[in-house]
């Protein structure tokens, strides 16, 4: 089973609601959290969604429904997962280099806390000793994922507690009796290769036999979705099948078997994005074809922050003849989309989708140039819902202190 929405739905759902324009297709969530699902049902594992990727209130509640549980970065997004209803039993924290208080405010909401510097996890010790069970971030020094920019887990990155820094760890759970519940890490974003979440596995492996209140493994997120024609995803069941025997023959202490934990936050909601724009002026050259849309780098970053790549449709002219294109935004900026792309004839007035720009799109959206934020708008058995107007005048000025 596949699910998309075809050319003629996109126009409609853009002409009712206007561009620029967000749209979700919850379908497509379904389908890629049932490919998780098939895949580790034989494995005592379980998922958090990594709602930093798109934390729409009306997101979180549909993957509440789909079961999963939900992993945030920050002590708002736990608040908005619990507005949403996740229980805080099925909430995870994992924290990154903020101060102590956010922490205690997440222990006081009850939900599950993976701490990622020694000074954090010894504040912790000292407040709460044995009383709270913890996570602990560690940094495997594996370079893996997409591109440098979204790998976290090399032997430079600022993520975690370097894994050589153990026996500072253990000093810690000695002094202050902490319970480790789990031992995390986060490698990467885009991981083609199954094989980097199994060396992770490793690293946790040889440590894990120190940590006795120890109960879940967290390999993080970071499963890669095919963005052109061609790629491949992440291979979920051979990940499964290999993760799965892994623990299976992992003689971890008095036959106990430890949990898997995943944090997948792409790979539930890339592909069910679409981001519509509106061709605002088309700009002939020397050096490119320029197509300028009615968006930029503040509704959609990721081309410019971390050249990823997102596949571009012109569905006003799906049969025009392919030419090469300069899809460029309409900020004071340099905003460069996609460098001579092949599309169908482009016209002035024409959409442009944008595809996989479910995950970390709108999220990273701005008012910079003092442009409106895309409405959001989530299509979901048959029917399309608004949920979230487009930015107003008033937005704008709304936290603004007028003193002068
Ligand atoms: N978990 C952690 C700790 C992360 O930092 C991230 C992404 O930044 C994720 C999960 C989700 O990664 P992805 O969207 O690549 O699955």
Known sequence: MTSSLSHSELISIAEEYGTP???????????QYGKLQNAFGHTNTIFFYACKALTN???????????????????????????????????????NGIDFDEIKEAKELGVY????????????????GHSYPVGVRLRPNILAGGNIKI??????????????QVDRILKLV?????????LHIHTGSEIKDVDVFLKGVDVLFDIAPHFEHLEFIDLGGGFKVASKAGEQETDIPLLAEKVGRAFANHPYKNGKKLQVWFEPGKFLVSAAGHFIT??????????????????????????????????IENISNPEGPMKNYSVVGNIC??????????LNEVREGDYLV????????????????????PAEVLAMEGKTHLIRRRDQFDDLLRNQVEVI
């Open 174 to 182: 000695d002094a202050y009796q902490l319970r480790i519940s789990d």
């Open 354 to 373: 944008f595809r996989n720009a479910g995950a970390y799109g709108f999220e990273m959206s701005s008012n910079f140039n003092s442009r409106f934020k």
């Open 151 to 164: 790998s976290t887990g090399h032997d430079k990155s600022k993520f975690g507690i370097p894994v050589d």
């Open 278 to 311: 509106k061709v605002n002026v088309l700009k002939e050259t020397s050096a490119a074809e320029f197509v300028s849309v009615n968006s930029g780098f503040n509704h959609l970053i990721r081309p410019m922050f971390y050249d990823a790549y997102h596949h």
């Open 21 to 31: 324009l967000y749209v979700y297709h919850a379908e497509k969530i379904k389908e």
């Open 113 to 128: 806390i993976n701490i990622d510097s020694l000074s954090n996890l010894e504040k912790f010790g000292m407040a709460f």
């Open 57 to 95: 209130v009306n997101i979180l509640r549909y993957i509440r429904n789909l079961g999963a549980n939900v992993d945030c970065s920050s002590v708002n997004e736990v608040k908005l997962a619990l507005h949403a209803g996740f229980p805080a039993s099925r909430i995870l924290y994992t924290s």
């Open 333 to 342: 900026e340099t905003d460069t989309f996609a460098w001579d792309r092949p």
